[in-house]
């Protein structure tokens, strides 16, 4: 990834699938037959949405289960599941997959109970238009300035949703850590980044974590530039700032 950075954004329209299911049997099923917007759609539009996150389950299906299916402890297994450890959709099928599986031996035929009419779970699918914000980067100071400006939803997309719908292999998990590296050399500001839990709070508490690891380098290369017109006089001074660049 060269050249500069275009900060994109997108916007979602939610489509009925008409999969639904009304047991874990029909989830189970449903799971499997329903493309990957789908999956992508129930487990992250709570966090694209939501300024606040509080301890409601983060998960469509495991709300489902736990609430209308009333197996709690199924729905607590798969509200636990950390989105974190999915590099891809596909792999988060997977695991949602096998979460339902282990229920498939549950007494009282408990894989076959059916919800009352009206309570049956409905997939959607998300289908997301990209578009670009206006705003672009050439070099780390542009990139911290975009970032404290542009939306959330544009944070979002390149550190959450364009990553999960990408194909493996590549170096990084989100797009700001692969250009940094690529088409700047900043290893060491991507990896941080890398390092950043997207799901750790909401996308503004994101967008501090971002500043948190690129303002020092801001800091850093203000003081370098004043340094380069107003060189210290003092040679004590000149010597401090001296190991102060080396250490930077």
Aim: include cysteine; proline fraction near 4%.
């Amino acid at each position: 990834m060269t050249g500069p950075f275009r900060f994109m954004t997108s916007v979602e329209a939610v489509q009925l699938t008409g999969v639904r299911a009304s047991s874990l049997a029909d989830l189970h099923t449903g799971l499997q037959q329903v493309d990957g917007s789908s999956i992508y759609h129930h487990t992250h539009r709570f966090y694209r949405t939501h300024s606040f996150l509080g301890d409601t389950p983060l998960s469509d299906f495991a709300l489902w289960v736990g609430k209308h299916l009333q197996e709690s402890a199924l729905g607590e297994e798969m509200a636990a599941l950390d989105l974190r450890d999915f590099a891809s959709v596909r792999e988060l099928r997977a695991a949602l997959l096998a979460k339902v599986e282990s229920a498939r031996d549950v007494p009282d035929n408990r894989w076959l109970r059916r919800v009352p009419p009206g309570l049956e779970f409905h997939f959607c699918r998300a289908v997301s238009l990209v578009l670009p914000t206006g705003l672009s980067a050439r070099n780390i100071e542009e990139f911290m300035d975009a970032v404290e400006r542009v939306d959330t939803t544009s944070l979002y997309h390149h550190l959450i949703e364009a990553p999960l719908h990408a194909d493996a292999g590549r170096a990084y998990r989100n797009e700001f850590s692969e250009w940094l590296a690529a088409a700047l050399g900043q290893t060491d500001i991507a990896e941080a980044i890398a390092s950043l839990d997207p799901y750790r709070s909401d996308l503004e508490g994101l967008r501090q974590d971002l500043l948190a690891v690129l303002q020092p380098q801001r800091v850093r290369r203000t003081i370098a530039r004043v340094l380069k017109r107003h060189p210290p006089a003092s040679g004590v001074v000149a010597a401090w700032f001296r190991r102060w660049r080396e250490g930077a």
